[in-house]
């Protein structure tokens, strides 16, 4: 089984340009994350799926950016008008929940998107 | 709010030696789950370890091996015999089990083995 993937693995825009960054999950996994890494930080929650459906974003997540998960699989995050500060490695993670209160499945990881915006 | 600090930034040792990496978290729920993830220069986030709140016993595996404490609330990470390739960032993390699972991470520990 593959692991998670994500591409573009760089990007370099200028700002104000709209960038889009894919991810494809673990087959089978039901539940997809994003997550901002910024330089000498930890990974930081952006918003996740449950199969198709967006169920939480993170108050990190302005109006400028976008994500879908159309079919329950792969998922796009769409940055529009990028800043500089939007300069980043953004994170995909994905797992499997079979929904038991309080059962936690590990979140496996991707290589991640590093944006620059110059 | 959940929190996880890992108070080393960064550490050195010399190969071979033992190193014990340090993670502390605060958080208000009875039942949670702690992660430890490696990330090498790649920048891919390598799963380590799992651990429920309700299972203190401390793993080992191979020459890792974690510490699990409720009464500090600590979950250090242990490498014995240390070797180049442990050189990487290491991550704790806290997850939110009975909200979204979303994972809390600390700003983590660079960690270089000098050969």
């Known amino acids: 089984d593959t692991g998670v993937s994500q591409n573009p693995r760089h990007k370099i825009t200028k700002r104000g340009q709209n960038v889009t960054f894919r991810c494809d999950p673990i087959?089978?996994?039901?539940?997809l994350y994003w997550y901002r890494q910024t330089l000498g930080q930890g990974p930081e929650f952006l918003t996740y799926?449950?199969?198709?459906?967006?169920?939480?974003k993170s108050r990190l997540l302005s109006d400028r950016f976008s994500a879908e998960r159309p079919k329950g699989s792969f998922s796009t995050l769409e940055i529009q008008r990028t800043e500089q500060g939007d300069s980043a490695m953004y994170l995909c993670?994905?797992?499997?929940?079979?929904?038991?209160?309080?059962?936690?499945?590990?979140?496996?990881f991707g290589p991640g998107t590093r944006l620059l915006v110059l | 709010a959940q929190k996880v600090t890992q108070a080393q930034t960064e550490i050195s040792v010399v190969e071979k030696e033992d190193v014990t990496l340090d993670c502390v978290y605060e958080?208000?729920?009875?039942?949670?789950?702690l992660f430890w993830y490696k990330q090498p220069p790649s920048g891919e986030l390598v799963f380590l370890i799992r651990?429920?709140?309700?299972?203190?016993q401390n793993e080992i595996s191979g020459r890792y091996s974690w510490n699990f404490q409720k009464s500090t609330s600590s979950f250090n990470f242990t490498i014995t015999a240390s070797q180049v390739v442990d050189s990487a960032v290491y991550f704790c993390?806290?997850?939110?089990?009975?909200?979204?699972?979303?994972?809390?991470f600390g700003t983590g520990t660079r960690l270089t083995i000098i050969p």
């Open positions: 993670a994905s797992s499997f929940t079979a929904g038991l209160a309080g059962i936690q499945e590990t979140q496996y």
């Open positions: 087959s089978e996994h039901n539940r």
């Open positions: 799926f449950q199969n198709e459906a967006q169920l939480e």
């Open positions: 958080t208000r729920d009875t039942t949670y789950y």
């Open positions: 651990r429920n709140s309700f299972d203190e």
């Open positions: 993390a806290l997850s939110d089990v009975f909200g979204n699972e979303k994972l809390t």
